[in-house]
């Protein structure tokens, strides 16, 4: 009996499991992290003895915005999908006649039932689908407990000190690998995962993260009092900190850092508001301008004196004779360090020698009539003197109207000799022997 049981059992299972399945995910909240795909049964619907954990070929899982869809098979991840839309299991290890060819679909489902027969009619296989909520996760507070040190570097007033804040606001973090939170963190989840098994971890690793990542904030100059405009560069530094944690062991990632106060000692503050207020008298003009105002208070207050202005006066002069800075050396001091320093003139450029000559070609000075470091000819200056003893810088003679001499370019018509001295042709071309005449010019 028991035999038959488990071959009907089997063989009921195996036929039950015939049906394409649909598998779907309502709206995915925000507190939840991941949930198990859910197979669409309604009234009309003749898939209602199926096992639950069993996927057949050819199944369509859908998947939607901001989900990213996992199917586990055996306990391994098998198939992964984070485009919206559509996707059909066609790998399935769960053959369907409804699936592929006919013959080869009916092999396959009498090859299964017999599998199921020798574990007693129960499918030996779990074939899950999950869904992962890839969306910003908003909302998560966070408060320093107790003060954080943070640098205070300003290089202006010369200050470089370690002071403590406390700082509060909110940050968000998202799913960016989901194969790494499904095997690092969650697992085979039989409901939803949510945000509160977690939270409290993140948290505590995002409070120490921020000591480093304000150590980098410092490093850019950047003032505490100026942390809230600048979310962006302590995101990044909080992602390049917690990477090996959150990134790298978990897939997840801190998308948006917010600062909504951040807050020193009051004992911090006035240090820094001091050291600040006496470095800015290192200018003399400043220092020139609070010792004026300073005196004038003391002119008002001696003025106003209870015994008197006289005896009032009498003590601001013995004060002054104690010795000391005066606005006026102050003033003079400030005038010497704005004023800028006038440049000296130049001197004078020494009279070229006589002869003397650029070279074209290297911008060498010379004086011979070639260049000491190119060995290049002095140009001429372009003068030529005329047999009738005029001298001139054209083509002709400004007094007889002659053509400079080497301006007439002689060569034959016959074959093209050209002669090497213009100057003096030849009455005769020694190439071809043809006469030159005025039509063997150019």
């Not at 009907?8 to 036929?15: D, N, S």
């Not at 199926?50 to 098998?78: E, F, L, R």
């Amino acid at each position: 009996m028991g035999l038959i049981q488990a071959a009907l059992g089997a063989a009921g299972g195996v036929l039950a499991d015939q049906w394409k399945e649909y598998f779907y995910c309502e709206a995915l909240d925000s507190d939840v992290l991941v949930t198990k795909g859910r197979k669409r049964v309604s009234g009309r619907s003749s898939n209602r003895s199926g096992s639950d954990n069993i996927i057949s070929n050819g199944s369509v899982i859908a998947v939607a915005d901001g989900q990213c869809m996992i199917i586990v098979d055996q306990g391994k991840i098998a198939e992964l999908c984070a485009v919206p839309g559509e996707f059909v299991y066609d790998s399935s290890t769960e053959p369907s006649v409804f699936s592929g060819s006919l013959g080869s679909s009916v092999m396959e489902v009498f090859r299964n039932i017999g599998k199921r027969f020798t574990f007693g009619g129960e499918p030996p296989k779990d074939q899950r689908v999950y869904y992962f909520n890839t969306k910003e996760l908003v909302g998560n507070k966070y408060g320093t407990p107790s003060p954080v040190p943070f640098r205070v570097v300003d290089q202006r007033a010369g200050i470089d000190i370690d002071i403590s804040i406390r700082c509060f606001g909110e940050y968000s973090y998202r799913v960016s690998n989901p194969i790494l939170f499904y095997t690092n963190v969650c697992g085979n989840v039989s409901e939803d995962y949510t945000r509160d098994k977690i939270d409290s971890q993140l948290k505590t690793e995002l409070l120490t993260a921020l000591q480093p990542a304000f150590a980098k904030i410092s490093d850019m100059g950047i003032r505490y009092s100026s942390l809230p405009g600048h979310t962006t560069e302590i995101a990044q530094a909080l992602n390049e900190v917690l990477s090996p944690k959150w990134a790298d062991l978990r897939g997840i990632e801190v998308v948006s850092f917010g600062v909504s106060s951040v807050k020193a000692s009051e004992e911090d503050e006035a240090m820094i508001k001091e050291m600040q207020r006496t470095a800015a008298y290192r200018d003399p003009g400043m220092a020139a301008a609070n010792l004026s105002a300073a005196q004038a208070q003391a002119m008002r207050d001696a003025a106003n004196n209870a015994g008197g202005a006289a005896l009032g006066f009498m003590g601001m002069n013995m004060a002054g004779a104690m010795g000391g800075m005066n606005a006026q050396n102050l003033y003079q001091m400030a005038g010497q360090y704005q004023q800028p320093a006038q440049p000296a003139a130049p001197a004078p450029d020494a009279a070229p020698a006589a002869g003397a000559w650029t070279c074209p070609k290297c911008g060498a000075s010379a004086a011979g009539k070639f260049c000491p470091e190119c060995g290049a000819k002095k140009p001429g200056d372009g003068k030529w003197t005329c047999a009738c003893g005029a001298v001139n810088t054209g083509k002709f003679c400004s007094e007889c109207g002659a053509k400079k001499p080497g301006t007439v370019k002689y060569k034959c018509d016959k074959c093209g000799w050209e002669p090497k001295d213009p100057s003096k042709p030849p009455r005769f071309c020694p190439e071809c022997g043809d006469p030159f005449d005025s039509g063997d010019t150019v």
